[in-house]
């Protein structure tokens, strides 16, 4: 099946460091989301972008859905601890069809 | 947000026999689910859509006689590995969204580790 191109793989960063991270598709979406999962665990939704151009923060967290609908990028300010983990961007259509999801980011915070 | 919660978290089985995993939706109606499954190190991968009271829709190279796909209720939707096969040890995850307008949410449910011995 289709992946999404997400980049960079790992990042090896400082604790109160900056991240940023960035999904590219060869075809169109209409919803970009943007998740977190933890060993073992189901992924969890960070934030969810609907319109192309689209800016929308959550807490540290800030997303952008591209202008082409074929990119969009996270940054996490100021990094702690607990952000360690594996991002992942996904791709959605319609409000119906399944989630095309990137290869992810694993995010490795040193103290 | 809303919950799915699937069950069991854990299952080992033998070779050549058949597993059920549970996806339920606790706090609305989920008219579609969606079966993932996660190899180690991996991306999750779009294994079937299912669609309450009628049939399930399956990605290619995915076998609809191998992953049952039962979407009984609003609530409820079952996949059952069917002969399982060592090379069917993976990570299964369910997804359920609260409608089917553009704009739907997805959420996770927490896995299903299954190991086939």
């Known amino acids: 099946g289709q992946q999404l191109n997400q980049s960079p793989q790992s990042m090896f960063i400082q604790e109160g460091e900056d991240v940023s991270m960035n999904c590219t598709s060869s075809s169109i979406f209409n919803t970009w989301l943007w998740y977190k999962q933890d060993p073992g665990e189901g992924p969890v939704l960070l934030i969810a972008l609907y319109k192309a151009g689209e800016l929308t923060s959550n807490g540290r967290l800030t997303a952008q859905f591209g202008i082409t609908r074929k990119d969009s990028f996270l940054n996490i300010s100021a990094s702690i601890p607990s952000d360690v983990g594996i991002y992942f961007c996904?791709?959605?259509?319609?409000?119906?069809?399944?989630?095309?999801f990137g290869k992810g980011t694993h995010l490795i915070i040193q103290p | 947000g809303a919950v799915v919660s699937q069950h069991p978290s854990r299952v080992i089985c033998k070779s050549g026999t058949s597993v059920k995993i549970e996806c339920r939706s606790l706090?609305?109606?989920?008219?579609?689910m969606f079966w993932y499954r996660q190899f180690p190190k991996q991306s999750l991968m779009l294994m079937a859509t299912?669609?309450?009271?009628?049939?399930?829709?399956?990605e290619q190279g995915v076998e609809k006689d191998k992953f049952l796909i039962n979407h009984a209720s609003l609530t409820l939707s079952t996949l059952t590995v069917t002969s399982a096969h060592p090379e069917d040890s993976s990570f299964y995850i369910c997804?359920?969204?609260?409608?089917?307008?553009?704009?739907?949410?997805?959420?996770f449910g927490q896995g299903t580790r299954l190991t086939v011995v």
């Open positions: 299912s669609n309450e009271g009628s049939k399930a829709t399956y």
């Open positions: 997804s359920a969204g609260q409608g089917a307008e553009l704009n739907t949410e997805a959420f």
């Open positions: 706090d609305f109606q989920a008219t579609t």
């Open positions: 996904a791709g959605q259509r319609g409000g119906a069809d399944g989630l095309t």
